[in-house]
């Protein structure tokens, strides 16, 4: 979970403090956009975001996915019940994934929160809480279809360097696990000008790598007759002049097109990476599961990535313990995971979501045999990644520096950054040698492997900076986030009113898959 938190400014002498807000974030990067819009939104109504203690208005974003996710939300929730009950003003919003599958219920079970609506409804956010305020009783908003299109609506982006450009909404897929498509409605295309419009803007401001998103990004341009539009929107992208990074996620194996392919490799901005979701490596569970395609379909379109991009990373979705998932179904699943060789992987044990078609399905399998596999394909995993990881070592990449830091950053004095691949990279600054804004560009050696990550401790002569308009941008944010003027170019180093990023997530290795 992300919450937006930046620092409150004070109300000039005389006037009233600003109406503060928080925004908590739970699930997938479809959601973390969400809550960009939704901390817009509540922007250019005029709240400010809060630093620390409670704010005057606190929004769940939330994710439906995971089978405890209801869980989740209303343990938080019951957290905020005596607080409500203290201070009336308190406003709590829930929308997203679970408020449009549970709608009205989340009023009847936690009846202290305000507003409830659901993802075809993100903008009514501001008017929903002027509502409830004005009524005093609970507002409920639910759509059953798109409004507005997210991409009209105001943003608070929290990265200066990253950002997430959204090309489609919904889903024309009916995979029996996944509850997404009831939710989010059926795929709806932005057109071509308008996300390159977006993307144009977000450049002029300092961003320097976008990630195009989708919940099935291969198959944009459906909706307004042209199959090939993702390939050339990709090369459209190269065009742009400043963007230095463009990645996109996620694809479906099934609608995976070779000139898709041919435009990762022939436009220098498209990263070498690929998030393709596998979900099993049996084609039986395959077909079980609606995914129209077979492990021999995944694995030729593995082969031709590498062969055109042989650099590529490619990470993956699996589900363990799909209902009637037999041991050589699972032994299907090792095998194709064997010869995929996959940089990471997000795993996750099969979870039954009221409403889908696989929690209807007979032999449901009993929680200690989908542990026990989880575990095996874990371990395998775990030595897959460790070894892509050390075959890194010796490679000289060029790191996007970013905000994040690691456990052992204090002590270790390294900075965090991403390579091509997105692989994760701890390096450290020789002494004597100029420290890098989040932002900016570090050309280092890697010089050791971990399991999750790498880590490059170069020489002074092996390390180059290139310092960016996203540096330059971060150091504009921490003036304005602080009241302290900054010359542009001028590096902080105190790192004061650094913000919580909303931008791009580091996502774990084992978090929740997506379709």
């Known amino acids: 979970m992300t919450s937006s938190v930046t620092e409150t400014p004070a109300a000039p002498a005389g006037q009233a403090r600003p109406r503060t807000y928080d925004v908590r974030t739970f699930g997938c990067q479809m959601n973390v956009h969400d809550s960009e819009r939704m901390s817009g939104l509540l922007e250019e109504a005029g709240l400010v975001p809060v630093k620390e203690g409670l704010a005057d208005v606190v929004v769940f974003n939330t994710c439906a996915v995971r089978e405890n996710a209801d869980n989740k939300l209303y343990g938080h929730l019951g957290l905020l019940a005596p607080e409500k009950e203290r201070r009336p003003d308190l406003q709590i919003a829930v929308g997203?994934?679970?408020?449009?599958?549970?709608?009205?219920?989340?009023?009847?079970?936690?009846?202290?929160?305000?507003?409830?609506?659901?993802?075809?409804n993100v903008g009514s956010l501001p008017v929903l809480l002027e509502r409830a305020r004005h009524n005093r009783r609970a507002q409920v908003?639910?759509?059953?279809?798109?409004?507005?299109?997210?991409?009209?609506?105001?943003?608070?982006?929290?990265?200066?360097?990253?950002?997430?450009?959204?090309?489609?909404?919904?889903?024309?897929?009916?995979?029996?696990?996944?509850?997404?498509?009831?939710?989010?409605?059926?795929?709806r295309d932005r057109r071509p000008g308008e996300i390159l419009a977006e993307i144009e803007a977000l450049v002029a401001e300092g961003v320097v790598e976008v990630t195009l998103l989708g919940q099935n990004v291969n198959s944009y341009g459906v909706e307004f007759g042209d199959r090939l539009a993702f390939g050339r929107l990709l090369r459209a992208c190269g065009e742009i002049p400043g963007l230095e990074r463009v990645r996109f996620t996620s694809p479906h194996p099934a609608a995976f097109t070779d000139d898709v392919i041919a435009a990762m490799a022939e436009t220098p901005n498209v990263m070498p990476q690929l998030h393709m979701p596998l979900q099993s490596g049996s084609d039986r569970v395959l077909k079980a599961m609606r995914r129209s395609y077979r492990s021999a379909r995944f694995l030729g379109i593995l082969e031709r990535v590498r062969e055109r991009i042989p650099e590529a990373a490619i990470t993956t979705d699996i589900i363990v313990g799909f209902p009637g998932e037999t041991e050589e179904d699972f032994e299907e699943t090792l095998r194709v995971v064997e010869a995929s060789r996959f940089s990471s992987a997000f795993t996750f044990q099969y979870s039954k979501r009221p409403g889908t078609p696989a929690a209807e399905l007979p032999d449901q399998l009993p929680k200690a045999v989908v542990q026990e596999r989880y575990e095996r394909l874990v371990a395998l995993q775990d030595r897959i990644s460790r070894e892509e990881n050390e075959a890194q070592v010796g490679r000289t990449v060029e790191l996007l520096i970013t905000a994040d830091t690691g456990r052992k950053s204090a002590e270790t004095g390294r900075l965090a950054g991403r390579a091509p691949d997105q692989r994760l990279v701890h390096v450290r600054v020789p002494e004597g040698c100029e420290a890098p804004r989040p932002g900016d560009m570090v050309t280092a050696p890697i010089t050791e492997a971990a399991g999750f990550h790498l880590l490059s401790d170069p020489r002074p002569e092996d390390y180059r900076l290139r310092r960016t308009r996203a540096g330059d941008a971060w150091d504009r944010a921490q003036a304005e986030s602080c009241g302290v003027p900054v010359t542009p170019g001028t590096p902080r180093q105190d790192g004061a009113g650094r913000a919580v990023s909303l931008g791009m997530p580091a996502l774990p290795p084992r978090g929740s898959a997506s379709a």
């Open 141 to 187: 908003e639910i759509l059953e279809s798109l409004d507005v299109f997210p991409s009209t609506l105001p943003t608070k982006r929290e990265s200066t360097h990253s950002g997430w450009v959204s090309i489609s909404v919904g889903c024309n897929n009916t995979c029996t696990f996944c509850i997404v498509p009831s939710l989010r409605g059926k795929e």
């Open 96 to 120: 997203g994934c679970l408020a449009q599958k549970d709608q009205a219920a989340i009023a009847e079970r936690a009846p202290w929160v305000d507003v409830v609506f659901g993802t075809h």
